[in-house]
């Protein structure tokens, strides 16, 4: 299970490495707006993660669906939310966006601590979040060089493909071990 857990938050991460792009990009080229929009949209993401971490976590677990399967439901929405980052024409709506997908990052990243800390052995949980963190910090940074690299060669339709893609594979990665493992009740 901790295997799946770090499966899934790599996959969330290095698809989460494209947005800081998507809102410098969308923000500069499309909608050519000025540097203080682009303020404006980092200080609205910050609300949301602010308000995440006061409790988003309590909230979703009143839904009674077990943790490991909340945290795919919430990589789900997000990557969806992230595939909406992409096809926006509407300056208005982008704030709007980007306070969902910073509130449901939060959230996730918030439970899949909690996750990790029930399933490690206390003794070990130091060592192993130090090398989690590595991981999911290189998985982000690989995220964000592939997709810049995507958008500036190629196109952002083509990015936001391949990502669809990636999301494609991570359900049924996520789904055949559902199937495998029925008791997922962390």
Same mark, same amino acid.
């Given at each position: ?11 969330? =991460?290095?698809i ?6 998507? /809102? $410098? &990009?969308?923000?500069?080229? !499309?909608?050519?707006?000025?540097? *203080? ?42 990557i ?10 509407y300056?208005?709506f ?9 509130? =449901? ?8 601590? /909690? $996750? &990790?800390?029930?399933?490690l !052995?206390?003794?070990?949980?130091? *060592? ?39 999301t ?19």
């Open positions: 299970k901790i295997s799946f857990v770090t499966l899934i938050m790599m996959i969330m =991460l290095f989460d490495g494209g947005v800081n792009l998507l /809102l $410098i &990009m969308v923000t500069k080229s !499309i909608f050519n707006m000025p540097d *203080s929009y682009y303020g404006m949209l980092t200080t609205i993401k910050g609300i949301g993660m602010t308000l995440a971490s006061f409790g988003a976590v309590k909230l979703l677990l009143k839904f009674n669906i077990n943790n490991l399967r909340l945290l795919y439901y919430l990589g789900v929405a997000k969806g939310l992230f595939f909406l980052l992409g096809h926006i024409i300056p208005i982008f704030p709007i966006v980007i306070f969902f997908e910073a509130y =449901l990052w939060m959230s996730m990243t918030i439970l899949e601590n /909690l $996750i &990790m800390q029930s399933l !052995i206390p003794q070990y949980r130091a *060592s192993v979040f130090a090398v989690y963190g590595s991981l999911c910090w290189l998985s982000s940074s690989v995220g964000t060089l592939i997709f810049g690299y995507l958008v500036e060669n190629i196109s952002l339709s083509m990015a936001v493909t391949i990502e669809a893609m990636i494609f594979v991570m359900i049924c990665v996520v789904y055949s071990y559902k199937i495998r493992n029925r008791e997922m009740d962390i």
